[in-house]
């Protein structure tokens, strides 16, 4: 079954002031990171969101369709692109992301028939940007955008996705403080992307 993966950039963040994307991830940027350990797990990736925006980067990305209308539209132009079956979707920022998280993910996918799988952390909390959509997914995703149903959940919820228990809390990056607090508590290592 063919898998792809995608990590969806996210731009400039109005509660982080920045584009989360480019935080300092060591010598490096964080969606850098978060793509190395997509395409550990899925064997490819590529970045959605604005081509100019991330030029300089070592990774294949792909125009959102609908900008403007969140990461639902990521979703949809990750699962428009017809590359795969099996389409693993990540959020740029989620620092403390594990690979073998992500190949667990893409093999319960692979084992049911659930149109999604998402991540659901020892907090209870579901993550849908921590997830694998199945291509067939594209017409209720692209039919909630039509709709102004935007709200990830919802749509988990409409897809009866099944879910991935993660033993550990998926820390996102949403504010400042998040960024700063994990940034001087971690120890962190990092492996380049080699271009796609």
Known sequence: MRTAGFVLAGGQSTRMG???????????????????????????????????????????????????????????TALASGRGELNLIVACDMPQLQTVWLRELLAKAANTYSLCVAGRDATGALHPLCAVYRSSCLPFVARAIDEGRLKLLDLLAQLRSDFYYIDDTVLNLNKPEDWSSWHEHCCYSFERVKPV
């Open 18 to 76: 920045t584009d989360k994307a480019r935080l300092p991830a060591g010598s490096h940027f964080l969606v850098e990171d978060v793509a190395q350990k997509v395409m550990v797990a899925a064997g490819n990736v590529a970045l959605i969101g604005p081509p100019q925006r991330y030029a300089d980067l070592p990774l294949e990305c792909l125009p959102d369709q609908r900008p403007g209308f969140g990461p639902i539209s990521g979703i949809e």
